[in-house]
């Protein structure tokens, strides 16, 4: 089956869920609001983890607004500079409730487990 998605730039090569409380998120950016649940945990792929530890939600949001990440007629419909503002207000809410990166390890057919806590 296939490997989890990352949360952030949605390719399939997630390797960390990174912890998060549940918790609502409401972020204003210049263009638009944005809204998340987060529930339970994020997953990362190891190039999006790197801007999650050095907490860099700007340089995160211009690489998941790179990445085309969302419905495909949203992606048509918008800017990357637009989808880059809109990232940029959600990160900088949601890493600072980011735990930190487990391993997630993959177990049956296609149930991503986190590794090493209860
Ligand atoms: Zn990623």
Do not use: I
Not at 77 to 87: E, P, W
């Amino acid at each position: 089956m296939s490997a989890p998605c990352c949360d952030f730039c949605n390719n399939t090569t997630a390797r960390w869920a990174l912890r998060c409380d549940d918790v609502g998120v409401l972020a204003s950016g210049a263009h638009a609001t944005a809204v998340a649940a987060l529930t339970g945990a994020w997953n990362a792929c190891g190039d999006c983890l790197l801007f999650v530890q050095r907490a860099d939600s700007d340089g995160l949001a211009d690489r998941v607004a790179r990445s085309a990440h969302g419905p495909p007629e949203v992606v048509r419909m918008t800017t990357t500079a637009f989808r880059s503002d809109v990232f940029k207000a959600l990160y900088k809410r949601v890493l600072p409730w980011l735990g930190s990166p487990q391993p997630l390890a993959t177990v049956g057919a296609n149930s991503p487990q986190v590794e090493g806590e209860p």
